[in-house]
């Protein structure tokens, strides 16, 4: 069964940054997309970046654009969001997930999904 272990979430001032990881284990294909989905107390789980095998960009919701960078390492099936001047509305759990489609960055394309970590981003 496939699992993914997030970490790297936290408390950040404004303007920080934050590098969130998560490594999918007991998992081999070699074709998948990895991606980060954040949900906020009220609102619905959003894609926020995704990133596939192919030669393809990832994808970024509009309001990180320019401030995050998802990537990937294929080695050890791990996946990263490096998140850059952070702002108050970019608090929310952050979720990874796993998709073996390819899919677009959207909830309904995903498979499988890690536990969750908090980003909290508060003066």
């Known amino acids: 069964q496939v699992q993914l272990v997030e970490s790297g979430g936290g408390l950040v001032q404004p303007g920080g940054s934050l590098r969130l990881s998560c490594a999918a284990t007991?998992?081999?294909?070699?074709?998948?997309?990895m991606g980060w989905f954040r949900q906020a107390p009220g609102k619905e789980r959003e894609g926020v970046s995704c990133?596939?095998?192919?030669?393809?960009?990832?994808y970024y919701v509009d309001d990180v654009k320019g401030r995050f960078t998802i990537s990937r390492d294929d080695v050890t099936n791990t996946v990263y969001l490096q998140m850059n001047s952070l702002k108050t509305e970019d608090t929310a759990v952050y979720y990874c997930?796993?998709?073996?489609?390819?899919?677009?960055?959207?909830?309904?394309?995903?498979?499988?999904w890690g536990q969750g970590t908090q980003v909290t981003v508060s003066s």
């Open positions: 990133i596939s095998s192919s030669d393809g960009g990832p």
């Open positions: 997930a796993l998709s073996v489609v390819n899919g677009a960055c959207s909830v309904v394309w995903y498979d499988y």
């Open positions: 007991e998992f081999t294909n070699d074709y998948y997309s």
